[in-house]
Each structure stands twice: as structure tokens, then as C-alpha cells.
């Protein structure tokens, strides 16, 4: 039997005016997603558990089978391990995200949160803007590492502790001083974001990137704390190897801390321009070289979702289904066994609030051996309907694995 796992980060959405009252997923063009749904198992799943954060390491680590409240600790210890960086138990994690403010205001704390990623800035940029805050910022217990993207890693050894920051993608538009880290903890984290800025605001890298029309990455951002993770071995609760494809850190440290192969995909990139037809074929590889479940995690949906990108987050879904979930599904068709198709997202990322929700998604269970009465198109709305409501998400492998 082979398992193809698709995770459409951020997916379902709410009804858009602009879309002509529709959401992405009922406006997309999706026929292969909308052939295999007629005869699916379908109906809603809740990954994020009431009182957590819907943040995607709490809802991928419920759709690999791991129940978040027990395993999720945060998503800078998971991106740490797919970075390579070795963590000791006395080390803590940070997410270290460079963004855009406003520059008008004098005083730190009046700015405005205006882009949680500079623009989706390159990592090469990055790479210059985070060594430079690590030369002024970095000591032998702390220490700042170049991730993807906007998307960083700060570790210190013997930290003040897990401070709950806000996260920069809930805040856009906003004054960020009454979202800065306070109180005793918290006080020893303030130097960090309002020196940064002193150090990014007119580094050459931000001047160019203002010649460009781009905007400057010209302050960091902590947040998501956590310890080293420990996650019980896939292959020892299922039986079966597995293989996790992604752009994110994040996904791929899950995958790591469960024992699955992670395999890069060269210009996949986390955003709407990501190769997606090279995500299938690694896909494809995979299956062929003896993995019997492919984990593919596509970002591009929630990162639409983050930058109100309504026509994107479209474009994004039709890419998935055309590039990446049409050539998997010839495959499997043709590779001479059983085989069984979940497609879902993690978590809504709704173009209304540019940032996570916690409510449940739709998903749509394919198996070649067994049939079902599906629904006819892969929508939110159609997946309510069914009735079938999983409310507790790290047991949706119980039915797509042994049923």
C-alpha cells in the first residue's frame, strides 16, 4: 500500500466578496482534486485543540499522528532540528522573523508592523541582515542562525525563559509597542527588537532592496520558544517509511524528530512561485526509491493567505492540483498497488484576518480498493454537510492508516 499525504498549508478560508462571495477553494479550477473527492471518504477535521495556539506545528504534528497537547512545545525547536543546529537540554529556541516597520515614527515602540516577512526577502539577503545582528547581538550562550527566507533561528543557552511573545503575522497594521515583550522575563528581550532596528534600518541590504520598490527587513522578531523536541519513532507506530517533503523548516524538523526521511526540492521556496511540478516529481522518487508514504506539504496557500493575496491563493490551490497532485495520482494509478490519497489543510489561514484560525478544515480520504459516496466538489462548505465532524485531528490516521 502506498500513502500519499497532501497538506495544503492554510487552505480553507472564508467567503470573499472580491471572489464573488466564494472562498479560494470553491472559486479554484481543481478537477483533479474534484474527481477524487466524488468517491472519498470526506468530512471535517479539528487539528488545532481548544486553548492552543492554531499556529502549524500544533496542527501538522496532529495530522502525523502526534497529539499536540502532549508534543507540541514549539515550532523553533522542530525548524532548529531541520536546520541542522544540534540543541543541548539547557538550550531554548526562538523563531527569529526578520519584518518590516515603519520608519515615520521616532520612538521604537510608536511603529506600525507593516510585513512579517520584508516582502518575502530572499535568503541570501537575509543571510547578511541575520549575521549582522549575531555580530552585534551574539555572545557564547546566544547565538542567531540563517534559516529561509524571512524565517530564522536565535538559540540561547540558559535563556530567561519561555516567554509567550505575539506573533508578527497576528499584528500586521498595528503599533507593535503594546505587543513587545513586558515584565521581568520579558524585559530581557526588549534590547534585542529595538536594537535591531538601529542595526538592519540602513544596512546595505535594505538600501538596495528600497532601490528595488522592496521593503527593507529592518527589525527582528522573537517568538514561538521552545526546548529540544522529542516525537516517537513513525515507523515504529505505523510499520510503514515515510518521507516528508517541504520548503519549511518547520515541517521538516517534524519530520526529522519523527525518524522520516526530508528531502529538499531544489527552488521550492514556501510561497506561490515555489516549483511545484518539482515537489511532485521528488514525490514520484520517493514512492518509486521504497517509501510507502509521502508526506508533501505545500506552504503557498497560507502564505497568500498572510499577504491577502485573494488571486493568488487561487492560483496557488490550481498549481497544487495541476502540478503536484494530478502527476502523483497518474502515478500511484499506474505503479501496480493499493493506494490511498489525503488531501486537507492544516489549519484555515482566512484572507480576512491574515493569519491563522482555529477552526476545523475540510479533508477528502481517496483509496483505490474501497469507494465511498463522496461529495462533489472539495469545499468547506461540502465537507460540513457530510456530518462527519473528528474533533481531536492526531486520529485521522487511525482512518486513513488501518481502514
Not at 479560494?24 to 468530512?43: H, I, Q, R, T, Y
Not at 526509491?289 to 487561487?314: F, M, Q, S, T, W
Amino acid at each position: 500500500m502506498k500513502y500519499l499525504v497532501l497538506l495544503c498549508d492554510g487552505m480553507a478560508d472564508r467567503r470573499v466578496p472580491a471572489l464573488g462571495d466564494k472562498t479560494p477553494m470553491e472559486k479554484a479550477n481543481k478537477p483533479c482534486m474534484d474527481k477524487l473527492v466524488k468517491e472519498s471518504f470526506c468530512g471535517e477535521v479539528l487539528n488545532v485543540p481548544e486553548g492552543m495556539v492554531p499556529e502549524s506545528d500544533t496542527a501538522n504534528l496532529a495530522v502525523m499522528s502526534y497529539d499536540p497537547r502532549e508534543f507540541s512545545h514549539g515550532r523553533s525547536p522542530l525548524e532548529a532540528v531541520s536546520m541542522g543546529l544540534e540543541m543541548q537540554p539547557d538550550d531554548t529556541a526562538y523563531r527569529c522573523n526578520v519584518v518590516t516597520i515603519s520608519e515615520d515614527e521616532e520612538n521604537y515602540d510608536d511603529k506600525i508592523m507593516l510585513d512579517h516577512s520584508a516582502d518575502e526577502i530572499s535568503t541570501a539577503e537575509a543571510d547578511e541582515l541575520i549575521k549582522a545582528i549575531d555580530e552585534k547581538f551574539g555572545t557564547e550562550l546566544r547565538k542567531f542562525h540563517t534559516g529561509i527566507s524571512y524565517r530564522h533561528c536565535l538559540i540561547w543557552k540558559n535563556a530567561p525563559g519561555l516567554y509567550n511573545f505575539d506573533r508578527p503575522h497576528d499584528i500586521i497594521g498595528q503599533r507593535i509597542g503594546s505587543h513587545l515583550p513586558t515584565g521581568e522575563i520579558g524585559g530581557q528581550f526588549i534590547d534585542l527588537f529595538r536594537e535591531s532596528y538601529d542595526v538592519l534600518n540602513h544596512h546595505p541590504v535594505n538600501e538596495a532592496r528600497r532601490v528595488r520598490g522592496l521593503k527593507p527587513a529592518n527589525s527582528i522578531w522573537l517568538w514561538s520558544p521552545g526546548t529540544k523536541p522529542q516525537l516517537p519513532d513513525f515507523k515504529e507506530k505505523w510499520g510503514i517509511n515515510a518521507s516528508v517533503i517541504s520548503a519549511v523548516d518547520l515541517i521538516k524538523g517534524i519530520g526529522l524528530c519523527a525518524g522520516m526521511r526530508s528531502v529538499d526540492v531544489e527552488g521550492a521556496t514556501g510561497n506561490v512561485h515555489t516549483n511545484f511540478k518539482g515537489k511532485g516529481e521528488v514525490a514520484i522518487e520517493e514512492f518509486k526509491n521504497g517509501a510507502d508514504l509521502v508526506y508533501l506539504h505545500v506552504e503557498a496557500p497560507d502564505e497568500c493567505g498572510h499577504r491577502a493575496e485573494i488571486e493568488n491563493k487561487v492560483k496557488s490551490i490550481e498549481l497544487i492540483d495541476e502540478k503536484i497532485l494530478t502527476p502523483i495520482y497518474e502515478y500511484l494509478k499506474n505503479c501496480g498497488e493499493a493506494y490511498k490519497i489525503l488531501v486537507l489543510p492544516d489549519h484555515p489561514t482566512p484572507l480576512e484576518i491574515r493569519t491563522h484560525s482555529s477552526d476545523p478544515v475540510p479533508f477528502m480520504m481517496y483509496s483505490s480498493e474501497k469507494k465511498q459516496n463522496g461529495i462533489d466538489a472539495f469545499t468547506e462548505e461540502n465537507a460540513k454537510k457530510t456530518g462527519f465532524y473528528l474533533d481531536k485531528g492526531e486520529h485521522l490516521f487511525d482512518y486513513f492508516i488501518e481502514k
